[in-house]
């Protein structure tokens, strides 16, 4: 049963514009959210994260937004570069510290 | 630097054998764990250690093995009942709240090949 879900397996973005990416979760008891940025062949790298008791984080280009009535959170990358191309997994915590991922999204930014 | 290390980068096994893939911290972290991904797919558990000596199944630990003898060491085997080895073998570890947050911090992976 996937807890955490990432709908969209790819996307693709042209450099300088906004890249959005999307991540459903089922669980409410999840109270920490994460995203890591996965280059093939190595491992995740974390990016950013954010607590239940915020709806927003920014560090940098790199923004996330949590709307936890529509258990969902979104991190947006702007402007968006072409290093950026990597595969972005969000991830979360429940208040067990039990670790939950989703599957993946695929991200192309196109110089 | 702290960090965690995985080796070998790339290994192979037979039919039948046993292989064991090493993993190493120096985070001070109490929690480690070992994932896998399939192409395609999110990372799976197969194993986590809240603590020396302690360690539990996750969602896929049919066919591997594990042991946490020290702190810094969460080492994964890969035994010949496991029918289906070939991933990428994500080792992780993760610090408490004292221990620099929630975030989980990974290795750079071990790929697995049959021969």
């Known amino acids: 049963d996937q807890q955490v879900k990432q709908n969209s397996p790819s996307l693709s973005v042209q450099e300088g514009r906004i890249s959005i990416l999307n991540c459903d979760y089922t669980n409410s008891m999840f109270d920490y959210f994460l995203w890591y940025k996965k280059y093939p062949a190595e491992g995740p790298t974390f990016l950013i994260s954010?607590?239940?008791?915020?709806d927003k984080n920014e560090d940098g280009r790199f923004t996330v937004f949590l709307n936890k009535s529509a258990k969902h959170l979104s991190l947006h990358i702007v402007p968006s570069q072409p290093g950026d191309s990597a595969v972005y997994f969000c991830?979360?915590?429940?208040?067990?510290?039990?670790?939950?991922f989703g599957t993946g999204t695929s991200l192309t930014v196109i110089p | 630097d702290g960090g965690i290390t995985q080796s070998p980068k790339y290994l192979f096994r037979k039919e039948g054998q046993n292989v064991t893939l090493s993993c190493e911290q120096n985070?001070?972290?109490?929690?480690m764990y070992w994932y896998r991904q399939d192409p395609g797919q999110g990372l799976r558990l197969i194993y986590y250690s809240q603590i020396v000596n302690d360690f539990q199944k996750g969602d896929i630990a049919e066919g591997y093995s594990v042991s946490r003898e020290k702190k810094e060491s969460f080492p994964l085997t890969v035994t010949s009942a496991q029918k289906n080895p070939t991933a990428f073998y994500l080792c992780a570890s993760r610090g408490g709240l004292g221990q620099g947050g929630r975030a989980t911090h990974f290795g750079d992976g071990t790929r697995l090949s049959i021969l």
């Open positions: 954010i607590s239940s008791i915020k």
């Open positions: 991830a979360a915590l429940n208040t067990g510290n039990q670790f939950y």
């Open positions: 985070l001070n972290h109490d929690a």
